[in-house]
């Protein structure tokens, strides 16, 4: 496996020292709160049970009437404060818990929160019941329903893309549009407001899109349906429509909370605003700085713009880290503090630690699954961890399937939290491999179905017509029944004959070389100009999953083994999958950044740390990055397209959440290649070492930080290099000249000076290499060379 090398700074930094954060003050309420004062007793019953509150929480606690705007930043203990606060004015305050309403986003969360109310001093457990901390959407069910609403909830995604697929059958659209992005397109709809009845038709898209809509809100209302989204939609509508209900909610309802309000999308807001009145002892807690669910509809400006919806609002800043080490939550403070979008806070810490964040500079995603995984087994087979320590974030789905692989093939145990289908099974990637299965089999039915979308044949009406024509007379190649069927007209005719002559080529060509084909031919303009995937929020991600199909290919010599690893992969990943009912299991987490917001654990990988991954492509001007950022114009129909800054700066805001769920050992990689093409070390790395974006100044692999390749425990380190990722030297002459850090191969040998450039990927992935001068072994360092 590959040797696992690491470096102190990210390779492109300046000098700037490391970033670290201040340690927090140690006093809490023990401190704070006199036995003399009267709500003293209260602070002690919560003491005495292990919580004693920092300043800035005791406040938020001791908080009684008016809005309060709670800035919670990352391991902050937000959740320790909603629940004291809760206690705080049932037993102080005298609230009868039948007043208070706190409301959050996941039922783990609610049933954490009512545990915890139930486990504070003097309250019993009748009182924490009548306590309603529920998720919204639980909450304002049990309103419906009160109010006689008796639809059943439609809330599985496969029943709810079978009725859309159905739908879309009887439109003949079967072929255009995914589901997935149907729903995803009514929701945002939904969250913001907006009325389906008003969606324009100005083209044939628009109006299939709006009919679409149309025809999903009439199945369902028609089936005494409702979804999820429904359930807020229905209750807004209700409480408008009813003053009298709104009002016996409000007069019950005088204490209300809202956990994770950074998440939260206009039609929330709206409800919790309308319970919240008219006395307003509504209390949000939240952090702008990760606010990361924007494409749902959530807004960071709620938060920056409290205060314009309640002036008189008093603001606390819970801004001690409990979870992380100083040097993980000083690197936070220095990546996020480039936002210019949010509320100005830095965050303290309470924990030192002698380890500091890692840097890694693969030379590709595989070679950089393959050195975390080196790192994580020689930790585990070390006893130094569990696998259950490990977890590995990224930036978009697409970006862990190296990662995925090498897991599979190494037999580590692992849970993957993202999409349920596997890469090679996402619907952009079938049809390519289809074709590949058909070179292997032209008789392969299945793969012939699902390349027929990309003639523009209906797959049920072109399937059932080869089924028919085969009852007569079998083909080798069952696709040319189709240059028989009725209503072709003669260019898509011609189209077939031209598909079954490129199946026929593709059979002497490597897999990589086949889809790059495919997709210059006919792919990448039939993703494009199918009217469907105009609805993809991001259009860049099916470039980029393409690429990525093209990446893994690169790997096989014949589309035979290509598809055999895949059929392994698909086998392999499925019995993995098991292990994700099993809360127990020891397993290495895989997730998107996204999926891993409020969670924490004790090692966290970050992989894709360079331009064009994080931040995406998405949000680059034309020409940055690892990959242009092509039509960018096109990207997003059904939603307002964000300017540029407001782009960047949410990527920014991932990168932090990522950084800060690590406690203990964080290690960031940035690979130097990315789907063949040079990609530079974020800018969101550097900028904390000083460093301009290598990006935009030309720093490809320029380096800094002392290195280590962890061969064993007794592989010597490279000795430390004064970083910059450009800096001055000396020519013989005494002329200055610029030079930058490169990765390069350094004989072992005392006495011998050679070196080598590490100059492509292929070399980069040795794991030894003789000497040329005097063939001892060579390790893996850095050298300073002219630019």
Not at 64 to 82: D, H, N, W
Not at 152 to 176: C, M, N, P, W
Not at 458 to 468: K, L, P, Q
């Amino acid at each position: 496996m590959t040797p696992w090398i690491s470096y102190n700074t990210p390779l492109g930094a300046s000098g700037k020292p490391i970033p670290r954060a201040a340690m927090a003050p140690a006093k809490t309420t023990k401190d704070l709160v006199s036995d003399d004062q009267s709500d003293a007793f209260y602070f002690r019953a919560l003491e005495s049970r292990g919580i004693a509150l920092n300043a800035r929480q005791l406040e938020a606690v001791r908080h009684f009437e008016g809005p309060i705007l709670t800035l919670a930043g990352a391991g902050s203990g937000k959740t320790s404060v909603l629940v004291a606060r809760t206690g705080y004015l049932m037993t102080v305050r005298q609230v009868p818990p039948a007043n208070i309403l706190l409301v959050t986003f996941s039922s783990k969360a609610a049933a954490e929160m009512k545990q915890r109310i139930a486990g504070l001093p003097g309250i019993t457990s009748r009182m924490a019941q009548e306590v309603q901390a529920r998720t919204f959407h639980s909450f304002f069910l049990l309103l419906l329903r009160k109010q006689g609403y008796s639809q059943e909830i439609f809330s599985e995604t496969r029943y709810q893309h079978i009725v859309l697929k159905r739908l879309l059958r009887e439109r003949g659209l079967a072929d255009d549009y995914e589901p997935e992005t149907i729903l995803a397109a009514l929701s945002s709809y939904k969250m913001n407001l907006v009325d389906l009845s008003g969606l324009p038709e100005r083209t044939p898209d628009e109006a299939n899109i709006k009919h679409i809509f149309m025809q999903y809100e009439q199945w369902k209302a028609a089936n005494d349906k409702m979804d999820f989204d429904d359930i807020l939609l229905f209750a807004h509508r209700l409480l408008k429509e009813s003053p009298q209900l709104l009002s016996s909610l409000q007069n019950r309802f005088r204490y209300v909370m809202n956990d994770e309000f950074q998440d939260t999308n206009k039609l929330q807001y709206e409800l919790v605003r309308m319970i919240a009145a008219p006395q307003n002892n509504l209390m949000v807690v939240g952090d702008d700085d990760q606010t990361i669910y924007t494409f749902q509809g959530a807004s960071h400006e709620f938060i920056l713009q409290f205060h314009t919806e309640y002036p008189g609002a008093k603001t606390v800043t819970l801004d001690i880290n409990y979870r992380s080490t100083a040097s993980i939550v000083g690197l936070g403070n220095e990546i996020i503090r480039h936002n210019t979008q949010r509320k100005s806070k830095t965050l303290l810490a309470t924990r030192q630690s002698t380890e500091l964040p890692q840097y890694m500079r693969p030379g590709d995603t595989d070679e950089e699954a393959q050195q975390v995984l080196s790192r994580i087994r020689q930790e585990v087979e070390q006893g130094k961890r569990s696998y259950s320590d490990f977890a590995v974030l990224y930036r978009s789905a697409s970006s862990s399937r190296a990662m995925l692989e090498e897991l599979v093939v190494h037999n580590i145990p692992f849970v993957h939290y993202g999409n349920v289908d596997l890469f090679y099974e996402q619907w952009a990637v079938r049809p390519l491999i289809d074709h590949l299965r058909l070179v292997l089999d032209r008789r392969n039915f299945e793969a012939l179905g699902g390349i027929l979308q990309t003639l523009y044949i209906n797959r049920d009406r072109g399937m059932e017509f080869i089924h028919r024509c085969e009852k007569v007379k079998k083909k080798k190649g069952p696709l040319i029944h189709l240059r028989e069927l009725p209503e072709l007209k003669d260019f898509q005719k011609d189209k077939v004959m031209e598909r079954i002559k490129l199946i026929h080529m593709l059979s002497d060509m490597k897999p990589a070389d086949a889809i790059r084909h495919m997709r210059r031919s006919f792919y990448d303009a039939f993703m494009e100009t199918a009217d469907g995937r105009s609805l993809t929020a991001h259009k860049e991600m099916l470039k980029e999953t393409l690429d990525e199909l093209e990446a893994s290919a690169k790997r096989f010599d014949t589309a035979a083994k290509f598809v055999e690893h895949i059929d392994h992969m698909t086998e392999m990943h499925q019995a993995m999958e098991q292990l994700r009912s099993d809360p127990g299991a020891d397993t290495v987490t895989l997730m998107t950044i996204h999926k891993a917001k409020g969670l924490e654990f004790p090692v966290v990988f970050v992989i894709g740390a360079s331009e064009g991954i994080l931040p995406h492509s998405s949000a680059l001007e034309p020409g940055e990055g690892a990959a242009k950022n092509e039509k960018r114009e096109k990207r997003e129909k059904l939603q307002p397209q964000e300017d540029s800054r407001a782009a960047l700066e949410e990527e920014r805001r991932l990168a932090y959440v990522a950084i800060t769920r690590a406690k203990e050992e964080l290690i960031i990689s940035s690979p130097a290649y990315y789907r063949g093409k040079k990609a530079h070390v974020s800018r969101f790395i550097l900028a904390p070492f000083g460093a301009a974006s290598s990006a935009a100044n030309g720093a490809g692999s320029g380096g800094g930080g002392s290195a280590s390749a962890a061969k064993g425990p007794s592989a010597r380190p490279v000795p430390a290099v004064r970083s910059a990722y450009e800096r001055t030297g000396q020519q013989r002459g005494g002329s200055p000249t610029k030079l930058v850090t490169v990765q390069a191969w350094l004989c072992t040998a005392e006495g011998c000076a050679a070196w080598s450039r590490i100059s492509s990927v292929k070399e980069g992935k040795l794991a030894s290499k003789a000497c040329p001068l005097c063939q001892s072994p060579m390790r893996r360092g850095t050298r300073d060379v002219p630019v």
